[in-house]
């Protein structure tokens, strides 16, 4: 299947601080990503859903101004968590549609530790 | 809204035994459904689909079966490894490939040898 990565897989930070998530398509075009947010034991909550080259749409109750999302090209969408804070810990997931048809493949996922 | 719910885990199970993962479903239409697995360590992936009413959608060893009447898509296996522990996830997604899934709250298998 179609291989999606994320980078990086772990990243811890402190308090205030950015951080950027990148997540790539490898072998086809990803004409729209998503991105997930897994808790502890929980399941997946969808954050926000971009499409390449225009602004991404967020669910109900994910700040935009928090958590941008970037769609630049079709293999590359990246997260940023700005002025991280410990309640953003978290294990942040992206996923990937536009290859075969009708299936979203997954990334690895990113493990994010705000101190 | 569209939801799924699954049981609650953790399952373990003896290697060989009989695996069913209970998933059911409320949507309106006609959703697509599926199960994807985590292994420790990495992302999802796609285990099984089905797209329609009365699919049966199966990959190593695995199946799950589309019921529309009782709004379920449970996931059996006849007989488990010990590489099955993982966690599994029922999920659905509405429309075409470019909507988002919405997914249970996962169950966590371990076998044991």
């Known amino acids: 299947g179609a291989v999606v990565s994320q980078h990086p897989s772990r990243v811890i930070c402190k308090s205030g601080t950015s951080v950027k998530i990148e997540c790539r398509s490898l072998?086809?075009?990803?004409?729209?990503m998503f991105w997930y947010r897994q808790f502890p034991k929980q399941s997946l909550m969808l954050m926000a859903t971009?499409?390449?080259?225009?602004?991404?749409?967020?669910e109900q109750g994910v700040e935009k101004d928090k958590f941008l999302i970037n769609h630049a090209s079709l293999t590359l969408s990246t997260l940023t968590v700005t002025s991280a804070h410990p309640e953003d810990s978290s294990f942040y997931i992206c996923?990937?549609?536009?290859?075969?048809?009708?299936?979203?493949?997954f990334g690895p996922g990113t493990r994010l530790l705000v101190l | 809204g569209n939801s799924v719910t699954q049981m609650e885990g953790p399952v373990t199970l003896s290697e060989e035994a009989f695996l069913t993962i209970n998933c059911t479903y409320t949507?309106?239409?006609?959703?697509?459904l599926f199960w994807y697995v985590q292994y420790p360590g990495e992302g999802l992936q796609l285990l099984l689909k089905?797209?329609?009413?009365?699919d049966k959608g199966s990959n190593k060893g695995f199946e799950a079966t589309y019921r529309k009447e009782t709004t379920s898509f449970h996931l059996e296996k006849g007989s488990v490894q010990v590489s099955d522990s993982a966690v599994y996830f029922c999920?659905?997604?509405?429309?075409?490939?470019?909507?988002?899934?919405?997914f249970g709250k996962g169950t966590r298998l371990s076998v044991i040898a």
């Open positions: 996923s990937a549609a536009g290859g075969e048809q009708e299936t979203q493949y």
């Open positions: 072998d086809f075009q990803a004409t729209t």
């Open positions: 971009s499409n390449e080259g225009s602004k991404a749409t967020y």
């Open positions: 949507a309106t239409g006609y959703p697509s």
């Open positions: 089905a797209t329609k009413a009365d």
């Open positions: 999920a659905l997604r509405k429309d075409s490939g470019n909507t988002p899934l919405v």
